[in-house]
């Protein structure tokens, strides 16, 4: 392997030469320290780089009365997710049962992983296209407006028993034994936030006027996926992006932003940044939801900036569906007769997400690309999709 260059791309041979977007150079952030400028990979178009902002007033749902299986609680939970689902699809929650220690120590373990030798973090490379693994910029996959971050995600399923420790298993086959406290974290952080997607699913069932059971159960054999983002500190924030517009292909995400702030949020029209609240976590409707519910509910634009001074983490995880079962709104939500056809026709997740590894880079037209893609590619899809 060749040693760091003076741009701060370290030079890599590449993992999958037919999709390796830089031809195999690869992103690793101690070997920007010090540098005065971004390599030019990083810089976005004018157009899609941060300005200056007003503060979003997130809506806020108070988690703890319906938790605790509370009606009046729970009622307002739902009137607050509905308000904030019809306009963005974007609220915080709070009294959400989370273990404040345990998030302390998803956060400190990031810091233990991207903290390594860029070599050792390698051990967990990304493998061609899948969405599991470590990856610095994404620079394995694409050659221009590279994100100012490293990632590491991985799989998260419950499928009953011998699937207990699913994620240590994922930490220990890829680093090593010494990385099975790490997994125990991640594995009880995982278990903590699918305990809680389902919660969310519940309220957005009432919400929708179907019930609570309905999207929880879709939900009971979810394979979904975790995600850490690592943002280091960048001597030139106002050229790039942490990460860049899209919306969340996954039915819900679970953001846990630590102290620094840079998540935008896109409503009425512009950007908005959503400080950090402590003690809360960021839930979003992505577009998986968004087909789930016809349309009804938008998933929501957002992005991440970094800054010049200070690291940053977060730790996204993506509630999906089972990979095989089918994406469709219950019948309720597809009203004979109304103007209530179906918006986008049946899919698998297992489609959408090779579809955002293979074909397409995730953005914010992304279920409106797929759509069209899966129209063109799927013989078995007509043009035709009332219910
Ligand atoms: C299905 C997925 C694609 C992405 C990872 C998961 C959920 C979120 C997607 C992503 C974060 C949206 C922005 C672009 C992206 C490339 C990124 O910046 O990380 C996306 C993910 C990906 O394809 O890795
Ligand atoms: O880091 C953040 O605040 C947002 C990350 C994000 O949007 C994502 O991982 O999908
Ligand atoms: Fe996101």
């Known amino acids: 392997m060749d040693s760091g260059t003076s741009s701060g791309l370290l030079v890599c041979p590449p993992v999958e030469p037919q999709r390796a977007g830089n031809g195999g150079v690869f992103f690793e952030s101690t070997l920007m320290q010090g540098k005065g400028r971004i390599p030019p990979q990083f810089v976005w178009p ?18 703890g009365g319906f938790l605790r299986g509370n009606e009046d609680a729970t009622r307002r939970a739902v009137e607050f997710v509905t308000a ?30 991207f903290g390594m030798p860029h070599d050792q973090k390698l051990r967990a490379r990304r493998q061609p296209g899948t969405v599991w693994g470590y990856t610095g910029a994404h620079a394995d996959r694409f050659a221009s407006k590279l994100p100012w971050k490293e990632t590491l995600s991985f799989g998260y399923r419950y499928s009953g028993a011998g699937t207990e420790h699913a994620v240590v298993a994922y930490f220990t086959s890829v680093l090593g034994k010494d990385f099975e406290q790490m997994g125990l974290v991640y594995q009880r952080y995982c278990e903590a936030m699918k305990e809680i997607s389902l919660g969310i699913m519940e309220l957005l069932g009432v919400s929708l006027g179907i019930g609570r059971g309905h ?14 983002n690592y943002y280091p500190p960048c001597p030139e924030p106002e050229l790039t992006l942490g990460t860049g517009p899209h919306c969340d292909p996954a039915a819900l995400t679970i953001l846990h932003q630590d102290d620094v702030g840079g998540l935008e949020v896109f409503t009425d029209g512009r950007w908005h940044c959503v400080s950090p609240v402590p003690g809360t976590l960021v839930v979003n409707i992505g577009d998986t939801f968004m087909a789930l519910s016809n349309g009804r509910y938008q998933s929501c634009l957002h992005r991440a900036v970094v800054n010049r001074h ?39 997740w297992l489609q959408l997400l090779e579809f955002t590894q293979r074909n397409y880079r995730a953005d914010m037209r992304t279920l409106q690309s797929f759509t069209e893609w899966l129209h063109d590619h799927d013989p078995h899809h ?6």
């Open 215 to 228: 999207y929880r159960e879709f939900f009971e054999d979810s394979n979904s996926i975790m995600r850490c």
């Open 46 to 63: 004018q157009s899609e780089r941060a300005q200056t902002l007003d503060e979003l007033v997130a809506p806020v749902v108070d988690l």
């Open 84 to 113: 904030a689902c019809r306009a963005h699809g974007f609220f915080l929650v709070t009294n959400h049962g989370v273990d404040d220690d345990l998030v302390r120590d998803a956060l400190g373990c990031m810091g233990a992983f």
């Open 382 to 387: 007509t043009h035709d999709h009332h219910n």
């Open 310 to 348: 200070i690291e940053r983490r977060s730790l996204a995880f993506f509630l999906c569906p089972r990979e095989d079962k089918a994406v469709r709104p219950p019948a309720d939500l597809v009203l004979p007769g109304g103007g209530d056809i179906r918006k986008y026709p049946d899919f698998t």
